[in-house]
């Protein structure tokens, strides 16, 4: 599946992405401080974890018959070493339901592996940039 991402208007940085039939936003603050329209690059990257975390614990409680109802993630960044090669993201769970201690490390233990968690630490990641070409999927003919 292609994302898509677009400039929404002329001249501005705000962009309209496209991921299957699915339409979001990004953004990024103009000036320091400037509050953005959208999440920024960062933002979904972190939210790609945070969810990620919390799909992988509901996955696992539904495959072990656990009775979690609800899963809460917090992802916090820090990014003050980001231009030295360190991005570290901090993250806290809480899963709410009728779970016993063991249920609940069982879930944490599960969540330490789930896709994004071992994609962002153990993968190799290449990215090819091209131009995007008339006729590329998406773009007009």
């Not at 790609?48 to 539904?62: G, V």
């Not at 990014?79 to 879930?107: C, I, M, W």
């Not at 969540?111 to 153990?122: D, E």
Request: glycine letters at 8%.
């Amino acid at each position: 599946m292609a994302v898509q991402s677009q400039t929404e208007q002329r001249g501005a940085f705000r962009q309209v992405l496209h991921v299957g039939s699915h339409t979001f936003h990004a953004d990024t603050p103009l000036t320091p401080g400037e509050a953005a329209s959208a999440p920024g690059p960062h933002d979904y990257f972190d939210a790609a974890l945070a969810s990620c975390k919390a799909l992988t614990a509901m996955w696992y409680a539904k495959k072990s018959g656990m009775a979690l109802e609800r899963v809460e993630t917090q992802v916090e960044r820090d990014d003050s070493r980001e231009r030295q090669g360190t991005y570290v993201l901090h993250v806290k769970l809480a899963f709410h339901g009728n779970l016993t201690p063991q249920d609940k490390q069982k879930l944490h233990d599960a969540v330490a592996r789930c896709p994004i968690h071992k994609l962002m630490t153990s993968a190799t990641i290449e990215v090819v940039t091209a131009p995007l070409e008339p006729g590329d999927a998406g773009t007009p003919g």
